[in-house]
């Protein structure tokens, strides 16, 4: 099972600013098989990108991933104080899936 | 409009049972896994398990795995969870989740679709 941490756990930035979220895993991700997610207060979690680097649909050009193997990055850029929420990264391509455990950013 | 709803949540005790349901709409829910997700008050995301279009394969996290039982029924557009010997760190927020595979195999991919979820509390 591969563990993936995220960090930092919490995160403050100022409006305008940009962030960049880090996800680690345990072993190598093969074929990229990372994505991540926005939960805001209240709601169910909601698809941001998939293949570590693909927006989902409906994603605005401000959230981007990147990073292969084991370091991941997911950067928003344009932070507004509807971007608070928090991220989780999931690696998927397994029968047992995992999440990391999330960085609650605060704009 | 495409959507899952669960339902089923409430009050149980440790040691009991309980039984989630989830109905999806506006799309073709016997083509695609689905999983159930978990969140305790104040934690992150935590993956129960999942199945795949057919129930050929289930799979389950180590938490839960021979406590509880995934299964679906398409001809309803259904998917439960069944819970059994219910803990207090069972207590959660449970969504219904579909994959985005459709007729997939043996593995699992990321998810596109989540309900609103479902809160089950376990306590005396």
């Known amino acids: 099972e591969i563990v993936l941490t995220q960090s930092p756990a919490t995160l403050s930035v100022s409006p305008g600013e940009r962030a960049t979220l880090s996800c680690r895993a345990s072993?190598?991700?093969?074929?990229?098989?990372l994505a991540w997610y926005q939960q805001k207060p209240g709601q169910a979690p909601r698809l941001l990108i998939h293949?570590?680097?693909t927006r989902a649909t409906g994603i605005p050009d401000k959230f981007s991933g990147g990073g292969s193997g084991t370091d991941f990055t997911l950067t928003i850029s344009r932070l507004e104080p509807a971007d608070t929420a928090v991220y989780y990264c999931?690696?998927?391509?397994?029968?047992?899936?995992?999440f990391g455990g999330g960085t609650r950013m605060e704009i | 409009e495409v959507q899952l709803v669960e339902s089923g949540g409430g009050l149980a005790q440790p040691g009991g049972s309980r039984r989630l349901s989830c109905v999806g709409s506006?799309?073709?829910?016997?083509?695609?896994?689905m999983h159930w997700v978990r969140q305790s008050p104040g934690k992150g995301l935590e993956w129960v398990g999942g199945?795949?279009?057919?129930?050929?394969?289930?799979d389950y996290a180590e938490s839960v795995k021979g406590r509880f039982t995934i299964s679906r029924d398409n001809a309803k557009n259904s998917l439960y969870l069944q819970m059994t010997s219910l803990r207090v760190e069972d207590t959660a927020l449970y969504y219904c989740?579909?994959?985005?595979?459709?007729?997939?195999?043996?593995?699992?991919?990321?998810?596109?679709?989540w309900g609103k979820g479902t809160t089950v509390t376990v306590s005396s």
């Open positions: 293949g570590a680097s």
């Open positions: 999931q690696h998927y391509g397994t029968s047992l899936l995992t």
């Open positions: 199945l795949i279009w057919n129930s050929r394969y289930i």
């Open positions: 989740v579909r994959d985005m595979a459709r007729f997939s195999g043996l593995h699992y991919y990321y998810m596109d679709l």
């Open positions: 072993q190598g991700i093969v074929d990229s098989q």
């Open positions: 506006g799309f073709p829910f016997d083509e695609y896994a």
